[in-house]
């Protein structure tokens, strides 16, 4: 008996996200929303320039590779676009948690001083 659910892709979510507005296309716009933004999905034949500057440019996000452009206007009617993101939502966590494997980069999170390098708040009198 197999116990393990049936593969679904994560395909079936795509038409909510159009409805959702939760997509944004190209660098440019990517760059702007940065505060927005939850993952970068960026098409499998991006060359490896701009892929190595989507990197750099958005090392606070995890970048996604997978799917092709025809891919991308099958699923979002949107032609020729090689890099989109999704913004912060229930959604785009579901979609990324499913893509996650796809995944290139590990994410930079910002780290504290070490709490012995900080000074205590001075005190009134």
Known sequence: MNNSAPIRPVA???PFVLRAGI???GRDTLAR???KLHFVLITEDISEPVRDEILVDFKHYPVV???GP???EKHFGIKGAK???FTKSGLAQSIYAELKEYRINQPVTPTKPP???QKPPARRR
Do not use: C, S
């Open 115 to 117: 709490a012995a390098a």
């Open 33 to 35: 929303n940065k505060g």
């Open 83 to 85: 890099t989109i993101g």
């Open 12 to 14: 079936r979510l795509f």
């Open 70 to 72: 025809a891919d991308l």
């Open 65 to 67: 590779q997978h799917y």
């Open 23 to 25: 997509l944004m296309i």
